[in-house]
């Protein structure tokens, strides 16, 4: 069987817990066939697809050394929005409000896994939390006006690290740490 990875950054326990609370009352009137399991909450900086041991640590190394000085910075969760058609969203995610320094994360990030070879998307960088995918047509239209009207906002969290994931999909919670990138700053 394939192995998949990703690189991403993590979410505080209470962050995570948080914002489960909101998705179990969001799922009374927002009909996603598969919502995310709490301890998969994350936000994807690169996803590597499948990878071979030395490959992954080429990368690890290199993005340590290329994080080195990156102090831990501040994000903070605002609202929720979906991908895909908007009557018939396939993915249902958490908004952040912009951050330079997640940006320059994700660039340095990027820039490695593509100098050790991965093939990665090309699109834009659009930083999220997805919160539940496939949107159940059956039940209609989503009620987009609804969510954005969603009033969400969580405090700020700090990152602190960036980790390097396995996804075993037959299993829950899915995404496992394999490799973790403190955030020093010194």
């Known amino acids: 069987m394939n192995r998949h990875f990703f690189i991403a950054v993590p979410l505080p326990s209470d ?16 009909h996603f066939k598969r919502w995310v399991h709490q301890e998969d909450y994350h936000i994807t900086l690169a996803f ?11 990368v690890m190394d290199e993005t340590r050394k290329n994080l080195l000085n990156v102090p831990p910075f501040e994000l903070k969760i605002q609202g929720f929005n979906t991908f895909g058609r908007k009557e018939y969203p396939r993915v249902l995610w958490v908004d952040l409000l912009e951050s330079q320094q997640l940006n320059v994360v994700q660039e340095i990030v990027y820039r490695d896994c593509m100098k050790a070879g991965f093939e990665l998307d090309k699109k834009p960088f659009v930083p999220h939390i997805t919160v539940a995918r496939k949107w159940d047509e059956a039940c209609g239209k989503i009620p ?3 969510l954005m009207e969603e009033n969400f906002q969580l405090p700020k969290f700090l990152v602190e690290e960036v980790i390097l994931y396995e996804s075993k999909l037959e299993e829950t919670p899915k995404y496992h740490k394999k490799a973790v990138i403190r955030l020093d700053g010194q």
């Open 48 to 58: 590597l697809g499948h990878a071979d041991e030395e490959q992954l640590q080429d």
């Open 15 to 30: 962050i995570k817990a948080a914002l489960q609370v909101r998705c179990e009352k969001m799922k009374m009137d927002f």
């Open 144 to 146: 987009f006006e609804a």
